[in-house]
């Protein structure tokens, strides 16, 4: 799950980016309503974790921002439990609300719910040859054996099985599976890569993780390589 988190108190932001990285996310955070509303609008986002009160925008003008152009889901964060605020908030378009203080577990199982209404129309099963893809309870198995993937090796996993037969550049992958501070010049991407091919890959045939020279990573079961 890529996230936006616009929040001005940095030990908040930063609590929360930890939190999320932890369960596998790619997190951009932004402290202020200007830039937040910006990385809103140019990227896309699975959900976006909006404090209403800013400095530059406050988050009901950076959600009013947002709603003439994309439905990205948006949790909305303030330090005021007033009714009226919270109305004002849904109104504007506001998916979820919690007042501050709130528990880190109840934020993220808002989310994973927001993710879930929100995709709808996509399939929360997987399926490439014989391997077995569940994205809501976020596990792997191939040929009925259950693989364990680390936080980060599942959402590259998703990543590149959401899009089979998609060749994914390693610039993309970096954007979909850390964030938008990713250095480009580590070998992150090729190593976690591999580490993934030899889980799902090493001990199974077919193989589904292909490597295009020049070009990145593609997940699909390429036709010479056919199961019953």
Sequence with gaps: ???LIIEDEV????????????????VDVAFNGIDG???????????????????????????????????????????????EDRVRGLHAGADDYLVKPFSFLELLARLYALQRRGRCQERANLSIADLQIDLIARKAWRGGTRI??????????????????????????????????????TNVVEVAVKRLRTKIDTTFSPKLLHTIRGMGYVMEQREAETVS
């Design 148 to 185: 364990d993937l680390t936080a980060k090796e599942f959402a590259l996993l998703a990543a590149l099985a959401r899009r089979e037969g998609e060749i994914l550049s390693k610039t993309t992958i970096a954007e979909l599976v850390w964030d938008m501070n990713f250095d480009s010049n």
């Design 11 to 26: 030990k908040t932001a930063e609590y929360l980016k930890k939190g999320f990285g932890e369960q596998g996310c790619a």
């Design 37 to 83: 509303q910006h990385f809103a609008l140019v990227h896309d986002y699975d959900a976006i974790v909006l404090d209403a009160m800013l400095p530059g925008l406050d988050g009901f003008a950076v959600l009013g921002a947002l709603r003439k152009v994309k439905q990205t889901p948006v949790i909305m964060l303030t330090a005021r439990d007033r009714v």
């Design 1 to 3: 799950m890529k996230l």
